[in-house]
């Protein structure tokens, strides 16, 4: 269990958006479009059908606070200890989703990949069927 020195916790449905938030800055920066992406990708997931667009928006100020003031490394940590085990894949096939968005997977975000699959503990068989899965299905 990889430990920060940050008090700041995420709930596990946050930790999910936080994760999909990590793997669009994995090419280095996060732009006001992928915001806008990650938005309706949160709104166009079963596990945030609950929430409002201002609940939504909150918790997206929350984990943009988070990067802001500590970093891309602390959230991306916070976000592996607070989410729970019936989500790591949820969280893991969004971001690969994130990732291809572009059509192609850069060695930056393979290495991303790679390690979130390993921080969430999913193995090899498992990511590599998601993966497969996402990229038929964006004809790549």
């Known amino acids: 269990?990889?430990?920060t020195?940050?008090?700041t916790t995420l709930s596990p449905e946050e930790a999910v958006a936080a994760i999909i938030f990590v793997a669009m800055s994995a090419d280095g920066e996060v732009i006001?479009?992928?915001i806008e992406v990650l938005n309706d990708m949160l709104s166009a997931m079963e596990l945030f059908?609950?929430?409002s667009p201002?609940?939504?928006q909150g918790m997206l100020d929350a984990i943009t606070?988070?990067?802001?003031q500590e970093g891309i490394d602390t959230?991306?940590?916070i976000a592996v200890e607070s989410i729970s085990e019936d989500l790591t894949e949820t969280a893991f096939e969004a971001a690969v989703k994130v990732v291809l968005i572009d059509g192609e997977i850069p060695e930056a975000e393979e290495d991303f990949i790679d390690d979130l699959q390993q921080a969430l503990g999913i193995e090899d068989k498992v990511a590599q069927e998601i993966i497969d899965e996402l990229t038929a299905a964006e004809d790549i």
């Open 1 to 3: 269990n990889t430990e």
């Open 5 to 7: 020195d940050s008090e």
């Open 32 to 34: 006001e479009e992928e």
């Open 49 to 51: 059908e609950d929430y």
């Open 54 to 56: 201002n609940e939504l």
């Open 65 to 68: 606070d988070i990067y802001d």
């Open 75 to 77: 959230l991306f940590n």
